[in-house]
């Protein structure tokens, strides 16, 4: 080992390198109060890592980052731990870089000559900033959407440069793939290498003037490593076993996909932005650039300022009464922004469980009373073995031919598979409690076309089918409750089968049942109390020749076409 | 905080006994926390997704066009979960119909390194062009670097089609 690093040493000078970066002289009032600017790098080391490992399962586009990233919180072990390292280790960065820069200011450690270290630092606090802004875009939920459309347009309220702003950030029109290029690449390519370079000129720059002494101290300095950096490593390990907690414990958002025409939604920037946020509203009409661009502008002007504003020497700490005095009115007003934002905007009602889960976590119970077809009430389909000519109906014979029709596709596809009813564990989620946003037929009908695009993280195959067996399809599936599910599975092949030779012989051009079709013909309700089964084969065959002046062409079913239609057809209930 | 006079007294480096302490307290936090981190994301990066969905069965081409004793090679779609989408994809298969109509279906890449190979119809053979690994009609190596037979699918007749299930990778 010796002579490995004997042999580096004398190649590189690695050795005596780190050597002299440990041994540094530090005054012997440092101590406990400068280890935050350490922590900080150390927190940045877990964003780039963490930050990495999340790009490695992500897809940088709109169209499929949003499933890439409730891939990784759903289908990779670990992938909730390690998103959940870069949410929270982001909030936490912010905390302590601003820590960082308050122990700084109330001890007047940005004096001459530190002020070149101080404006870096201020420029290395805009770039957490920046960070925060470029990565909420990234997961594409609403969240994330609504957010950036809210910050994008606040740049382009800055005077003269707004509209060129706005085209840099690629948002002329609306926020979309530009945008989300352009922030994916800032927060992955650009903001990184910078924030090390930065890193690099703040540390050197501390080193050339070496760690602010307290004023009148004249002891013997002291050696950096062990001692301080025993500090730092302490400072480290609380910070990190927080964070640890929080990525382990806290859920870390995930809304619904992002979606511009969700006007119901309440867009919010992350916490440590609402204070501007909240400024925001003190300023109507012309004068909100006031709070969008004039005062933000102005407070960060006086920030990399400070340091030509304050120019006395360093005095003791317990005589900085204004800058203490000035950090702690900040602190309220900060705090007295945030917490009014948080409490004047009312709470989205969407979470993530929002979305239907193709695991076997059930949706929130949606309401399922308000299908079209099956009232709740229905007293015997609790009873799945009622006979037909009970007074109450079959739930079948409560369904339209195509909502019947739809039914049939669905024995057919081998949907229960899948989805084999309410009460029994499934791949699929239970049918009969869709949420309420997804219950429109268009909704269903693209979902089947290309589930895993529409749900992310679906592993339902496509359901390959004409347009108008879909359409049957998401209206049969959308008359299942938990009461009638049972007893309409059970329909009886013929019903089904009959239904679907109506619906693909487009008989309801003409005729009705149930209250839909067409009022050309006569409607086929109660048909079986005023024609047998020859005579509708007759019919079938040769309208004219059992009912004179029929405009009706005749049809040639297949054998079990023809049997099933008319047994279909002769059980129809007349409408009350 | 720490500027107290007692500063003022400390030695310009710390016991030794001290030092010791320091120094095994940074390594040993710094280590657990490095492995805090590194265990997570091999666990992240080496763990297989928590796959749903088995390999199912595709439909293909009809058996009866499929000729007898020669491989033919035929195309059809299937799904396949990849990553966070289902795609589906062209693939294809090498097809093996006997006189008696048991069919052999051969996935198309080599067991070497995954070359497609093609049906040599004057040797008779399966010849692989990357490496020159040589395969008979049943799938056997004959020659080359292959460490084993072609590796095969799952195969069923439904209704006159043939289907393709799950690959079956042969044994050296």
């Known amino acids: 080992m010796r002579t490995i690093i004997d042999w580096l040493e004398h190649r ?20 406990w109060h400068q280890i935050i600017g350490s922590m900080a790098v150390f927190f940045f080391v877990i964003q780039v890592f963490t ?37 929270w280790g982001a909030s936490m960065m912010l905390i302590i870089v601003v820590l960082h820069m308050i122990q700084v200011f109330i001890y007047g450690a940005y004096k001459k000559p530190r002020e070149a270290t101080w404006m870096v630092g201020v420029t290395l606090l805009l770039i957490t900033l920046a960070f925060g802004l470029t990565g909420y875009l990234l997961p594409w939920d609403n969240r994330a959407y609504w957010g950036t459309v809210v910050t994008t347009q606040i740049a382009s309220q800055a005077p003269l440069a707004g509209p060129y702003l706005l085209r840099l950030l690629g ?16 927060h992955t390519v650009l903001l990184p290498p910078l924030t090390i370079i930065l890193i690099g000129i703040h540390i050197y720059l501390v080193r050339k003037h070496g760690v602010a002494a307290a004023p009148g101290d004249t002891a013997p300095k002291r050696k950096f490593f062990p001692e301080q950096v025993f500090k730092d490593t302490v400072g480290v390990a609380v910070a990190f076993i927080i964070l640890f907690i929080m990525a382990v414990v806290a859920k870390v958002p995930l809304e619904r996909l992002a979606d511009p025409t969700d006007t119901a939604y309440i867009p919010r920037p992350e916490w440590y932005f609402l204070f501007l946020f909240q400024t925001l ?20 002007l006086t920030l990399f300022l400070i340091p030509f504003i304050d120019r006395g020497p360093m005095i003791r700490l317990g005589k900085r009464t204004f800058a203490i005095t000035f950090v702690l009115l900040a602190a309220i007003a900060w705090t007295g922004l945030t917490t009014a934002a948080v409490v004047t905007t009312p709470k989205n009602q969407e979470s993530a469980d929002d979305t239907e889960t193709p695991a076997t976590e059930t ?58 009813g309410a009460g029994q564990k499934g791949i699929g989620p239970d049918l009969t409690r869709i949420p309420a946003n997804h219950r429109k037929v268009p909704w269903l009908v693209l979902h089947f076309k290309n589930p895993s695009e529409i749900v992310p993280g679906s592993v339902m195959p496509p359901v390959d089918l004409p347009a108008a067996d879909l359409n049957a399809l998401s209206l049969f599936v959308l008359t299942l409750t938990p009461q009638n599910e049972a007893a309409l599975l059970t329909a009886p092949a013929f019903a089904t089968q ?38 509708l084969e007759k019919h079938f065959a040769d309208p004219a020749s059992v009912s004179k002046d029929s405009i009706m062409p005749p049809y040639k079913f297949m054998p079990m076409d023809l049997d099933a239609i008319c047994q279909y057809l002769l059980q129809l209930p007349k409408r009350a | 905080m720490d500027q107290s006079n007692q500063a003022q007294t400390a030695a310009v480096d710390v016991s030794p006994t001290r030092r010791a302490f320091y120094i095994g307290f940074i390594n040993g936090v710094m280590g657990l926390v490095g492995l805090a981190l590194a265990a997570p994301a091999a666990i992240y990066l080496l763990f297989p997704p928590k796959l749903r969905k088995e390999a199912q069965w595709v439909k293909t081409s009809d058996l009866s066009t499929i000729p007898t004793g020669t491989p ?17 994809e062209k693939a294809t298969a090498w097809i093996v119909k006997k006189p008696n109509n048991d069919v052999v279906a051969f996935v198309p890449q080599c067991t070497h390194l995954g070359c497609a190979y093609h049906w040599d119809d004057p040797s008779h053979t399966f010849i692989c062009p990357c490496h020159t690994s040589v395969f008979s009609i ?25 289907k393709l299930g799950p690959v079956v990778e042969s044994h050296a």
């Open chain 1, 498 to 535: 009959g239904a679907m030779v109506y619906q693909t012989n487009h008989c309801n051009a003409c005729h009705q049942i149930h209250g839909t079709g067409s009022t050309l013909a006569p409607a086929l309700d109660g048909v079986g109390l005023r024609h047998d089964r020859a005579w």
């Open chain 1, 171 to 186: 948002s002329q029109g609306a926020v979309g793939n530009v945008t989300f290029s352009r922030f994916y690449a800032l």
């Open chain 2, 138 to 162: 049943d799938g056997q190596v004959l020659s080359g670097p292959a460490p084993r037979p072609l590796d095969r699918y799952l195969t069923q007749v439904e209704g006159g089609k043939l």
């Open chain 1, 51 to 87: 930050g990495a490992l999340l790009a490695f399962n992500y897809a940088p586009t709109p169209g499929e980052a949003y499933n890439s990233v409730k891939y990784i919180m759903t289908e990779l072990t670990g992938g909730p731990l390690i998103r959940g390292l870069h949410h």
């Open chain 1, 363 to 420: 949706p929130e119970a949606a309401p399922a009373s308000t299908t079209a077809a099956a009232p709740t009430a229905n007293p015997e389909s609790q009873n799945p073995s009622a006979v037909p000519a009970a007074p109450a109906l079959a739930a079948w014979r409560r369904l339209n031919p195509e909502e019947l029709a739809g039914l049939g596709i669905f024995k057919k596809q081998g949907c229960l598979g899948c989805h084999p």
């Open chain 1, 12 to 31: 590189t000078g690695i050795e005596s390198a780190v050597k002299n970066f440990l041994y540094e002289d530090i005054p012997a009032s440092a101590g």
């Open chain 2, 72 to 88: 033919t090679e035929i195309a059809f779609e299937r799904q396949r979960v990849d990553g966070w989408k289902v795609t589906n």
């Open chain 1, 281 to 300: 509203k003190f300023f109507k009409g012309p004068l909100e650039m006031v709070g969008s661009v004039v005062l933000p502008g102005v407070a960060v």
